[in-house]
Nanobody
Framework: QVQLVESGGGLVQAGDSLRLSCAAS????????MGWFRQAPGKEREFVAS????????HQIDSVKGRFTISRDNAKNTVYLQMNGLKPEDTAVYYC?????????????????WGQGTQVTVSS
């Protein structure tokens, strides 16, 4: 079992940056593929980015490439999402999640553990 807690969300203006953190307890995060998802009002939860167990491989959706960077510090049991050049369409609740899969995945159902989410609001 692993517990995930996100932090770092907030209200910012378009073009600003935020860094989300996801701290884990219960088990070491190095055992998991980690992902970030987001859910905007009235929309389904969507995949944003994932990172391999070692941190050597990452995958992002096209709409955030060049703006968002996922990283991890296994010694601190923490995963990050650095978000630069934020746009109003990035407004959503952001969730981190842990998957037992051995390879990167963007499939929501393959993530077994979820945090409670942190709100990101980008004003124009």
């Amino acid at each position: 079992q692993v517990q995930l807690v996100e932090s770092g969300g907030g209200l910012v203006q378009a073009g600003d940056s935020l860094r989300l953190s996801c701290a884990a307890s219960g088990r070491t995060l190095s055992s998991f593929i980690m992902g970030w998802f987001r859910q905007a009002p009235g929309k389904e939860r969507e995949f944003v980015a994932s990172i391999s167990r070692s941190g050597g491989s990452q995958h992002q959706i096209d709409s955030v490439k060049g703006r968002f960077t996922i990283s991890r510090d296994n010694a601190k049991n923490t995963v990050y999402l650095q978000m630069n050049g934020l746009k109003p369409e990035d407004t959503a609740v952001y969730y981190c999640a842990a998957s037992r899969r051995a390879t990167l995945t963007s499939t929501l159902g393959e993530y077994a553990y979820w945090g409670q989410g942190t709100q990101v609001t980008v004003s124009s």
